[in-house]
């Protein structure tokens, strides 16, 4: 014991309580690892919100929104990818998107960037939206970037689905495992009105086959499709029209998509400040399995006084294990955790063969804080698939709420966040911000750096980052 307790760089004592290490919060280092450049007057600036984040051996991408609008969208999708294991990392801004991007693209502005990686044609697709396009400007595009050089430059956009439809919330991940029948699928799920799509790409996201949809697929939003070993792709979502998280699957490379079956009901506080927190879940799989699926949730506390994160698991997609309580602080603490970021450990990376889930989180410290709320991030681990978890990590704030980008639905840092593993070391991703000056915003995106959070022989689930920033500097054509 002495041994496993030695490895903590902790410097607050701490104790395993109901499955959980307890610990006062330790504040990790952030790093900064891109920043706004675009001064367009009708957009926020310096505002990154609503990261995504992927990684293959050891090469990170990280993709976001830059330069937030009030009523939706952003003044361009940028991204910064790391290739030695986030020691550093490399920001950069995707071209042909809207007029701020160089060079320029139709789109007014761009929104909701998620990333992937395809092993078998070696390249990374950013997935994201078009938002007005000059040809039916009441919609939405479905688009694709493509890297070929490991993330560090972009095609223009591919057209997904420019069917005028209002495309939202988009999600995209590939099938990794070369034993697979279908090694090489990307699949990109979305939802149309609220009605749930998928399309594939099986030649590295250049192009993308016909929209498709599950039997009673609507009433729902934030679809994450996973993949496991056989091949199987399962797709998670908030189906808030009956209050539920569901999943749905192909068997056959995104040919056909069988019913959505329920993964757990949902009942959540609602977060205060007037802070922009739907509730979509977060999920991440590891191969042959599980998939886990995490979301906030208040059923464990009194009265529904706070939101906990909560988990549920599954090796196939049909059945799912009843919901658990990730214990980052006691049932009744009044802390308020909500818009989780989680990740597995891929297998072969450690030499445990339990499964490694990390999970970064925003919080407030009291629940109940009306106006006066503050917002932090937060960070936890587990080593054991969940049975228990480390003290957490306070990665950023406390932030003031007026500090952060402003919507018509609320201040935001996103509507998620993102966690990557690389090798032994995982890459929270998140919106972190300082006091304005001069009327300008300083909400960028960070990760961190700090290193060590081990826990046991050959468990080693930490946290690291970027240990220097070459900052964004914008071509002078940019504006």
């Not at 956009?157 to 005028?164: E, T, W």
């Not at 995104?254 to 977060?282: E, F, I, K, M």
């Amino acid at each position: 014991m002495r041994k496993v307790l030695a490895l903590f760089a902790v410097s607050t004592l701490f104790a395993l309580v109901g499955g959980a290490i307890v610990a006062a919060p330790a504040v990790a280092a952030g790093m900064q690892i891109s920043s706004d450049p675009y001064s367009n007057v009708d957009s926020q600036h310096k505002t990154q919100v609503e990261p995504d984040v992927s990684s293959f051996g050891s090469t990170i991408v990280a993709a976001f929104q830059s330069g937030r609008y009030f009523d939706g969208g952003s003044s361009n999708i940028g991204f910064s990818t790391s290739t030695d294991g986030g020691v550093t990392f490399t920001p950069g801004f995707l071209p042909g998107t809207t007029d701020k991007a160089t060079p320029p693209g139709i789109y007014p502005r761009v929104s909701d960037p998620s990333v992937a990686y395809d092993r078998k044609h070696d390249t990374w697709v950013i997935t994201f939206l078009g938002l007005f396009p000059p040809t039916h400007p009441n919609g939405v595009d479905m688009l694709a970037a493509r890297s070929i050089d490991g993330g560090h430059t972009w095609s223009n956009p591919i057209v997904i689905d420019a069917s005028g439809a209002f495309n939202d919330k988009n999600w995209i991940r590939c099938d990794n495992t070369q034993s697979s029948t279908f090694y090489g699928n990307c699949y990109n799920a979305w939802d149309a009105g609220n009605v749930a799509l998928v399309s594939t790409s099986s030649d590295g996201g250049m192009m993308w086959g016909p929209k498709k949809s599950p039997p009673n697929g609507s009433g729902v939003i934030g679809l994450q499709p996973n993949v496991l070993e056989n091949g199987t792709v399962v797709v998670v979502y908030q189906a808030f029209a009956s209050g539920q998280v569901k999943a749905f699957r192909s068997t056959d490379g995104g040919n056909s998509w069988l019913s959505p079956v329920v993964v757990a009901s949902q009942t959540a506080h609602n977060v205060q400040g007037g802070l922009r927190t739907p509730d979509l879940p977060s999920t991440s799989a590891r191969q042959p399995g599980p998939i886990v699926a995490t979301w906030y949730d208040c059923r464990f506390e009194s009265g529904c006084g706070a939101n906990d994160i909560v988990m549920s698991s599954s090796s196939d997609g049909i059945t799912w294990t009843p919901v658990a309580r990730i214990p980052i602080d006691p049932v009744g603490s009044n802390v308020d955790h909500f818009i989780p970021g989680v990740a597995i450990q891929p297998q072969g990376t450690t030499r445990s063969t339990s499964v490694h889930i990390a999970l970064g989180y925003y919080y407030y410290p009291v629940s109940n804080c009306g106006s006066s709320c503050m917002l932090n991030v937060g960070y936890v681990f587990s080593t054991d698939g969940g049975a228990s978890w480390s003290p957490p990590q306070q990665l950023a704030g406390p932030m003031q709420l007026s500090w952060l980008a402003n919507t018509n639905q609320g201040r935001m840092v996103g509507d998620y966040m993102g966690t990557a593993y690389s090798g032994n070391n995982t890459f929270p991703i998140y919106a972190n911000a300082f006091a304005p000056s001069g009327g300008v915003f300083n909400e960028s995106m960070y990760t961190t750096q700090e290193m060590g959070r081990v826990f046991g022989p050959f468990q080693p689930a930490s946290t690291a980052g970027a240990h220097s920033f070459p900052l964004y500097q914008p071509p002078a054509t940019a504006n």
